[in-house]
């Protein structure tokens, strides 16, 4: 029998005994690794966790619309939604958008160091600067003509973060620079299209995707499904096929969203991670309101006298109206300011006491909001505008991990859409020759800088000293000071000439000349004690 075994085993088989044991062994082993990560645990702690396995497109095509939807009733109806939009608005877009630095330059060769340095086209970048500013008014830069690009931009940020994405398509026509732009909702692109295509393209969620998952095209309705103004006359389920780049590789549209996962194709709500949240915490001051109200406005209730209840009906004035009660039941009246009751006959009147609110309401609301805060990536103190228990120190580490939020949104927004559409723009505007340059000098003269907004700090004395203090001793940068504030250190020096030629002009002392001689005078004045020495 061993010898038979022997053989088997030489041809990959196991004796029946043998393999019952190895397969005890891989049982007793898969239990262990299971027992030593505790996250893969299921017990009565983690019976309510999805264990469900999907890919983030599949959690997308089942739930985007719903989030959407949910996401817009919010940022229309609930104060912290609204207030975090306002924030983006604040913050990304800034009061007064962003400001183009255009940065083309040539190199310039210089004898005295025997080689070329770059220098700045200063006539090209006024140029294209004052164009494009112009491009940003109304009438220029929306095929709609009725927002400017600042505007624009504050639509776009708010729409992106409600709805997780937005769709923005190039229009190519005969205006004064030959280049607009057309916002078009999320809705549109059709999320319940999901296709293998003829050619190897596969299309997810509306997106057409080659095999190497690069979008080549977007699949749209021809009209928003969920637009109910035409009570369903012009209700289609047709959809058309946009791609991203023309026959001419001039591109037509683009897709505008956080993407957060290698292979996520459409953008999901800002407002998910917080979502649950802002809607009990929003049901719950609703209820202490309504309830705050009732406590505040007492209630009387009537009840009938012992000997008062019998056959005979009982004449009340109820709600302003005589009525003829048999039912001894409790009847309740709410009382009006400075009014006064008359207790009916056969009734006797008490005063209802809900002792509401409890007083312990702040606490809730605090522990909620500081979720929700955290899952907008913001400080608790901007967001529930409360600065009871805020000092300097506090307020300065929260006000710095927030502005890193929105610099990293600057960054994003400026990627991903203002150097794009610039160079777009400048494409069309050097082709139309709407700016007199070369047109086949494009690739110098696209060179956008654009400076985001700034910031205040708490104490800006102080902050500007240790700042200096750093550039002093080498371990700072004027140009990083300069940037904290929305300058580039080109458009500083620019300032500072043209204020200086101004007051000139004007036949003034420039300020930091005046600064500068007072503080030569204090240095040469004698001292007291060396005057009273002259005595």
């Given amino acids: 029998m061993s010898l038979f075994n022997n053989i088997l085993n030489r041809f990959g088989y196991i004796e029946k005994n043998k393999f019952n044991e190895l397969e005890?062994?891989?049982?007793?082993?898969?239990?262990?690794?299971?027992?030593?990560?505790?996250?893969?645990?299921?017990?009565?702690?983690?019976?309510?966790?999805?264990?469900v396995y999907e890919v983030i497109n599949t959690s997308l095509r089942k739930g985007i619309v719903n989030i959407r939807q949910r996401a817009r009733d919010l940022a229309y109806n609930d104060?912290?939604?609204?207030?975090?939009?306002?924030?983006?608005?604040?913050?990304?877009?800034?009061?007064?958008?962003?400001?183009?630095?255009?940065?083309?330059?040539?190199?310039?060769?210089?004898?005295?160091?025997?080689?070329?340095?770059?220098?700045?086209?200063?006539?090209?970048?006024?140029?294209?600067?004052?164009?494009?500013?112009?491009?940003?008014?109304?009438?220029?830069?929306?095929i709609t003509e009725d927002i400017t690009f600042r505007e624009l931009n504050n639509i776009m940020i708010k729409t992106i973060a409600t709805d997780g994405e937005l769709l923005i398509k190039t229009i190519r026509d005969d205006s004064k620079y030959g280049y607009r732009l057309q916002l078009i909702e999320a809705d549109y692109l059709d999320e319940t299209y999901n296709d293998i295509l003829p050619n190897g393209n596969i299309v997810v969620l509306g997106v057409e995707l080659t095999p190497y998952r690069k979008?080549?095209?977007?699949?749209?309705?021809?009209?928003?499904?969920?637009?109910?103004?035409?009570?369903?006359?012009?209700?289609?389920?047709?959809?058309?096929?946009?791609?991203?780049?023309?026959?001419?590789?001039?591109?037509?549209?683009?897709?505008?969203?956080?993407?957060?996962?290698?292979?996520?194709?459409?953008?999901?709500?800002?407002?998910?991670p917080s979502m649950i949240r802002l809607k009990i915490l929003n049901g719950f001051e609703e209820a202490i309101l309504v309830d705050a109200r009732v406590s505040a406005n007492k209630t009387i209730k009537y009840e009938y006298k012992d000997d008062a209840i019998g056959d005979e009906p009982i004449e009340a004035n109820i709600a302003g109206s005589k009525k003829q009660i048999y039912d001894p039941a409790v009847m309740v009246q709410n009382t009006m300011p400075g009014e006064a009751l008359i207790v009916p006959k056969g009734m006797t009147a008490s005063q209802i006491d809900f002792k509401s609110p409890s007083g312990r309401e702040g606490?809730?609301?605090?522990?909620?909001?500081?979720?929700?805060?955290?899952?907008?990536?913001?400080?608790?103190?901007?967001?529930?505008?409360?600065?009871?228990?805020?000092?300097?120190?506090?307020?300065?580490?929260?006000l710095l991990e927030e502005r890193d939020t929105w610099k990293s949104l600057h960054a994003w927004f400026r990627e991903h859409f203002l150097n794009w559409n610039f160079a777009e723009f400048l494409k069309m505007a050097l082709l139309k020759q709407a700016i007199n340059l070369p047109a086949f000098k494009y690739d110098k003269f696209n060179q956008p800088w654009f400076q985001g907004r700034s910031w205040q700090w708490v104490s800006p004395k102080d902050e500007a000293e240790a700042f200096l203090l750093l550039i002093q001793n080498g371990l700072g940068s004027l140009e990083e000071y300069l940037a904290e504030r929305g300058w580039s250190l080109e458009a500083f020096i620019d300032q500072i000439k043209y204020e200086r030629e101004a007051f000139e002009e004007a036949g003034l002392q420039f300020p930091a000349d005046v600064k500068e001689k007072i503080t030569k005078i204090k240095l040469t004045e004698p001292s007291n004690n060396d005057a009273l020495k002259v005595n």
């Fill in 24 to 51: 005890k062994k891989l049982s007793s082993l898969e239990k262990n690794i299971t027992r030593n990560l505790v996250a893969a645990q299921t017990s009565h702690l983690t019976s309510d966790w999805n264990d």
């Fill in 79 to 142: 104060p912290y939604a609204k207030k975090y939009l306002k924030m983006l608005e604040k913050n990304v877009i800034g009061s007064d958008g962003f400001i183009l630095r255009n940065k083309a330059y040539e190199l310039i060769y210089d004898e005295s160091k025997g080689m070329k340095i770059p220098r700045y086209d200063k006539l090209a970048n006024i140029k294209i600067q004052e164009a494009f500013e112009d491009w940003c008014k109304a009438e220029n830069c929306t």
């Fill in 215 to 272: 979008p080549v095209a977007y699949w749209l309705k021809k009209i928003n499904p969920y637009q109910y103004l035409f009570f369903g006359a012009y209700t289609t389920s047709e959809r058309i096929r946009v791609p991203i780049y023309d026959s001419n590789g001039v591109l037509q549209i683009k897709h505008l969203f956080v993407k957060e996962h290698p292979s996520q194709i459409r953008g999901i709500s800002w407002f998910a």
């Fill in 363 to 398: 606490e809730f609301q605090k522990w909620a909001l500081r979720g929700i805060a955290s899952g907008f990536d913001v400080a608790f103190i901007t967001l529930a505008n409360n600065y009871e228990a805020v000092n300097y120190t506090s307020s300065r580490t929260n």
